[in-house]
Every structure is written in C-alpha cells, then in structure tokens.
C-alpha cells in the first residue's frame, strides 16, 4: 500500500491505495480508501500519513 495525492479541481485529497494483480497477472491498483483533504489533514491524520509514507520507503 502507498499513499497518493490526486488532485480534482483546486483540491488536493490524500488516498490509501492498494497494488494487486488480476486473474491475468496484470498489476492493478485500487483505492482502498480517501484519507480527506490535503488542506485539512489534522495532526492525528497527518500521524499516519507520515508513517504510511516512512513504512514505504523502508
């Protein structure tokens, strides 16, 4: 799983996603879940984002 900031519009939301393979073999991804909006990450929500991205990039 990894983090992923996507934009709409203006905004900027913070997503949870998943990387898997189909039945073919082909990489897929899905979002597991919107986080919420970049501009209102509170510091409980940014706790976890941090760590997110810290577990990834070990």
């Known amino acids: 799983m990894h983090v992923k900031i996507t934009t709409s519009g203006s ?3 913070v997503q949870l996603v998943e ?3 189909d ?3 082909k990489v897929k991804k ?3 879940a ?3 909006r970049l501009d ?3 510091s ?3 706790a976890v984002i941090q ?3 810290a577990a990834n990039t070990e």
Do not use: C, E, F
């Open 23 to 25: 039945d073919a073999g």
């Open 30 to 32: 899905r979002t597991v």
């Open 51 to 53: 760590g997110l991205i």
């Open 44 to 46: 409980q929500l940014n």
């Open 34 to 36: 919107t986080l919420g």
């Open 19 to 21: 990387s898997y393979r």
């Open 11 to 13: 905004r900027r939301y």
């Open 40 to 42: 209102q990450v509170d």
